[in-house]
């Protein structure tokens, strides 16, 4: 994999203009702070990653950027901020950003935290969950519709219980047949339950 991605210009590219900028820094300051690192696109938005350990990231929206750390807290920012994805709040143009040497710096340190865990075995997995059960009315409804259900049958576990979760969460029975109707338009459709954020 190249150092650089392409994927990564294009979505600079697309970004809003105050934020062009705002990318192109941060994507400079984070190579020459971890020279080693490379570039991918991670539930569509550019990531900066270590061996095949996420490092960093940032984002674009329509009026502000977000970039923060994938392990650890930044040394400036703590945990995290409130206002926006990632360590250092709502950055809507270069001077909401540390100076480059302070932003280095943190780059390096959490680096040096992911090259801390890297050896370290890998945390317990947790218990799987029950399986949920089909709803007799859901059922009835993918029954009438051979396409939705074809495709429900194909996805994996997980995906399954994201349309099962939705409709057995529904509180009223309107509410209910009308998550029902929705899921088999979108089954039908080949569409998992949350494919409107699959492609953010």
């Known amino acids: 994999m190249a150092a650089e991605d392409p994927r990564v210009d294009a979505y600079i590219a697309r970004a809003a203009e105050f934020a062009r900028p705002v990318l192109a820094h941060l994507r400079k300051t984070v190579h020459s702070a971890c020279p080693d690192v ?3 696109i991670k ?3 550019p990531f900066f990653v270590r061996g095949d350990r996420p490092l960093a990231f940032m984002a674009a929206f ?3 950027c977000g970039f923060g750390f994938w392990r650890g807290r930044s040394a400036a920012s703590g945990e995290g901020n409130a206002e926006a994805m990632g360590q250092f709040g709502r950055i809507a143009a270069l001077r909401d ?3 480059v040497r302070e932003l280095k710096a943190q780059i390096v340190a959490a680096a040096a935290r992911l090259e801390e865990t890297a050896d370290k075995p890998p945390a317990k997995k947790t218990a799987v969950r029950p399986k949920l059960q ?3 009315d859901f059922a009835a409804a993918l029954a009438q519709a051979p396409a939705a ?3 429900y049958d194909a996805f994996p576990p997980g995906k399954q219980r994201d349309y099962l979760e939705w409709v057995i969460e529904a509180k009223r029975e309107a509410t209910r047949a009308t998550r029902i109707a929705q ?3 979108w089954l039908a459709e080949g569409k998992s339950r949350n494919w409107k954020y699959e492609s953010c």
């Open 134 to 136: 089909m709803p007799a």
């Open 183 to 185: 899921a088999v338009q």
């Open 38 to 40: 490379t570039e991918t």
């Open 149 to 151: 259900r074809r495709h």
């Open 62 to 64: 329509k009026q502000h």
């Open 43 to 45: 539930w569509g938005m």
């Open 97 to 99: 950003l540390p100076p």
